[in-house]
Nanobody, 131 residues
Framework: QVQLIESGGGLVQPGGSLRLSCAAS????????MAWFRQAPGNEREFVAA????????DYGDSVKGRFTISRDNAKNTVDLQMNSLKPEDTANYRC????????????????????????WGQGARVTVSS
């Protein structure tokens, strides 16, 4: 049974930091590219960050570039999102997602910002940035 379970959300003041973690089970994480998306009430789902199967390549949405860092530990089956310099507009439900990478294990990789390409999704972790 495939599961992605996010943790680490909460309330933080503007300028603060939070670290989200996504625990994967039921599939081989190293065969998948991973990503974080977020959605605030009334807004469309937004791409936040993605990381290749090996962790060597990352991609960030413009609104978080330079403030957020995505990382993964395939041995521990986890994917993390370090969020620094948080702003009220970062308030959202953050979900991790997995997409099969048929290049995994080789020299190439697959990354995408398109939510519809992702195979598995977690339920999300709520992040609220407010004073």
């Amino acid at each position: 049974q495939v599961q992605l379970i996010e943790s680490g959300g909460g309330l933080v003041q503007p300028g603060g930091s939070l670290r989200l973690s996504c625990a994967a089970s039921g599939f081989t994480l190293s065969n998948y590219a991973m990503a974080w998306f977020r959605q605030a009430p009334g807004n469309e789902r937004e791409f936040v960050a993605a990381i290749s199967w090996s962790g060597e390549v990352t991609d960030y949405g413009d609104s978080v570039k330079g403030r957020f860092t995505i990382s993964r530990d395939n041995a521990k089956n986890t994917v993390d999102l370090q969020m620094n310099s948080l702003k009220p507009e970062d308030t959202a439900n953050y979900r991790c997602a997995a997409v099969l990478d048929t290049y995994a294990g080789g020299s190439y990789y697959y990354l995408t910002r398109l939510a519809r390409k992702y195979d598995y999704w977690g339920q999300g972790a709520r992040v609220t940035v407010s004073s």
